[in-house]
C-alpha cells in the first residue's frame, strides 16, 4: 500500500516538470538572449537575426542610434540635397568657356536630376531588402567616378551620358540615407541636424566653387565635388547595414492614427509637387536671371554661397520651432516668403540685390521642406509618401528647368517668376485641402492642433 501512496506525489511531479518544461526553455532562452544582447550591444557592426531571430536582420537598437551612426546616416544625405541647390552654378560652369549653350548646361543638370528621381523610387522599392552599407558604398563610387570622368569630357553627348551616371549614384545614396535616418530613435530632430548639415555643406562647396572659378568651366566646379564626394566616402565603415525592426514603430499605434485616406494623401503630394516645380523653375536659373540684368558672374557666386547661410538658418529654426506654430500656418509663411523672394528677383539689377533676394529664397525653400515632408507623414503614416515627396525634389527642378527653357525667350524671365510665384499660392491651397480632408477621415474626430 506504500508504493501507490508514494507513486502518486512522485508521478505528478514528473508531470509537472514535463509540462513545465517548454516554459523552462523559453526562459532559458531569454536570459540567453539578454546576455547575447548585453555581450554585443557596443558593437557597431553586430548584426541580430539571421538565424536565432526567425530571418530577421537589423542592427541592435542601442548602437543605431549612438552618434557614429547618426553622423554617417547625416553626412551621407548631404549628396542629394548639394547636387539640387548646386544647379545654378553648375549651369554658369558649363557655360563658362563656351563649350555649351544656356539650353545644353539645363540638359546636362536636368538629366543628373531626372537619373537621381528615378533611382530614388527604384531603390526605396527593396530598401527593405538591402545591405545599406554596401549600397551607399556602390552609389558613392558610381558618383564619385562619374564626377572624376566629367572633368576631362567636353563632348556634349558623353557628358550628358556620365552625368545621369552621376545622378543615379547620387540617388542611390541619398535614398539609403533618408531611409536610415528615418528609422532613429528621434527621426524628427535627425532630420533637422540633416538639414542644417546639408546646408553648411552646399556653402562650403559653392564658397569653394566661387573662389575656384565658375567662368573657369565645369571641370574645377566638378573637381570640387568630386573630392567632396571622397569626404564623404569615409563615414562607411560607421553607416548601419540595417534598420532596426519595423515592428517597434508599427506595436507603438502611431502609424494607425496617422493613417487616412487615399484622396487627401494625393492632393497633398500634388500640393509638395507643385511647390517644388515653382522651385524648379526659378532657382536653377538665378544666376542666368542675374547675368541677364548685367551681373558678373562672381558676383553671382557669391550670392549662391551666401544663400547657403539663409538655408542654415531655416533648418535652425525649424528645429527650434518644431510644430509649435501649426503645420498649416508655419507652411503659409513659407509658401508666402518665396513667392515674395521670387518676385524680388524682378528688381534684383546690381549685386547687392541679388545677395540678398537669393538667401530669402533659400530661407524660405528650406523653411516649408520639413512642413511639407511633416504633412505627408500625417497623410500616410507608412511613409510613402515621405520617400515619394523626397523623390519629387530633383524630379521638380528637373521638370521646372525644362518648363523655363520653354517659356524663356531671350533673356526676359518675367513669365516664368510670375509662373513660378502663382505656383507657391496653389501648392499651398492644394496641401491645406489635402490636410483638412484628411482629418476628416481619420477615426478621431478632429483636427490636430500640429495641423492648424
Not at 536582420?57 to 548639394?82: C, E, F, K, Q
Not at 527593396?126 to 572633368?151: F, M, P, Q, T, Y
Not at 576631362?152 to 547620387?170: C, E, H, M, N, Q
Amino acid at each position: 500500500m506504500i508504493a501507490p501512496v508514494c507513486g502518486a506525489p512522485l508521478s505528478a511531479s514528473y508531470s509537472s516538470i514535463a509540462a513545465n518544461r517548454h516554459q523552462y526553455s523559453r526562459h532559458a532562452a531569454e536570459i540567453g538572449q539578454h546576455l547575447r544582447d548585453a555581450v554585443t550591444a557596443d558593437m557597431p557592426g553586430f548584426q541580430k537575426g539571421t538565424d536565432m531571430d526567425a530571418g530577421l536582420s537589423w542592427d541592435p537598437p542601442a548602437p543605431y542610434n549612438r552618434t557614429p551612426a547618426i553622423t554617417a546616416m547625416v553626412v551621407m544625405t548631404n549628396l542629394g540635397p548639394l547636387t539640387m541647390l548646386m544647379t545654378p552654378a553648375m549651369i554658369v560652369s558649363y557655360t563658362g568657356t563656351g563649350h555649351f549653350s544656356a539650353g545644353q548646361a539645363a540638359t546636362l543638370t536636368s538629366a543628373e536630376l531626372a537619373a537621381m528621381t528615378a533611382v530614388m523610387l527604384l531603390t526605396s522599392s527593396v530598401i527593405h531588402r538591402i545591405d545599406r552599407r554596401r549600397w551607399v558604398a556602390l552609389g558613392l563610387l558610381l558618383a564619385a567616378s562619374a564626377h572624376l570622368a566629367s572633368i576631362f569630357v567636353t563632348a556634349y553627348p558623353l557628358l550628358l551620358a556620365i552625368r545621369f551616371v552621376a545622378g543615379a549614384g547620387i540617388g542611390v545614396a541619398y535614398t539609403v540615407a533618408v531611409a536610415a535616418l528615418s528609422a532613429t530613435a528621434q527621426p524628427d530632430r535627425n532630420f533637422g541636424v540633416s538639414v542644417t548639415a546639408n546646408q553648411l555643406a552646399a556653402t562650403a562647396v559653392l564658397t569653394t566653387c566661387s573662389w575656384v572659378g565658375l567662368n573657369h568651366g565645369h571641370g574645377p566646379t566638378l573637381a570640387v565635388v568630386f573630392v567632396f564626394t571622397l569626404l564623404t566616402a569615409l563615414g562607411i565603415p560607421w553607416f548601419p547595414r540595417r534598420a532596426p525592426a519595423l515592428a517597434m514603430a508599427e506595436d507603438s499605434g502611431d502609424v494607425a492614427a496617422r493613417a487616412t485616406g487615399i484622396v487627401p494623401g494625393l492632393i497633398g503630394l500634388g500640393g509638395m509637387s507643385l511647390f517644388l516645380l515653382g522651385v524648379g523653375m526659378v532657382w536653377p536659373v538665378v544666376g542666368l536671371i542675374a547675368q541677364s540684368h548685367g551681373i558678373a558672374s562672381s558676383t553671382v557666386g557669391s550670392a549662391l554661397a551666401l544663400a547657403g547661410l539663409g538655408g542654415i538658418t531655416a533648418g535652425l529654426l525649424v528645429s527650434a520651432l518644431g510644430a509649435r506654430l501649426g503645420r498649416i500656418i508655419a507652411l503659409a509663411i513659407g509658401s508666402s516668403g518665396i513667392a515674395a523672394g521670387v518676385l524680388l528677383l524682378l528688381v534684383a539689377y546690381d549685386g547687392w540685390t541679388l545677395i540678398m533676394v537669393a538667401p530669402i529664397i533659400m530661407f524660405f525653400w528650406m523653411f516649408d521642406i520639413p512642413y511639407y515632408l511633416g504633412a505627408m507623414s500625417v497623410l500616410d503614416g507608412s511613409g510613402r509618401l515621405a520617400v515619394v515627396g523626397s523623390a519629387t525634389a530633383p524630379l521638380g527642378l528637373a521638370a521646372g528647368q525644362a518648363i523655363t527653357a520653354t517659356i524663356v525667350h531671350g533673356s526676359n524671365y518675367t513669365p516664368v517668376i510670375a509662373v513660378s510665384a502663382t505656383l507657391f499660392v496653389v501648392a499651398l491651397t492644394s496641401v491645406v485641402i489635402g490636410l483638412t480632408a484628411g482629418s476628416r477621415l481619420k477615426p478621431s474626430a478632429g483636427t490636430s492642433k500640429h495641423d492648424r
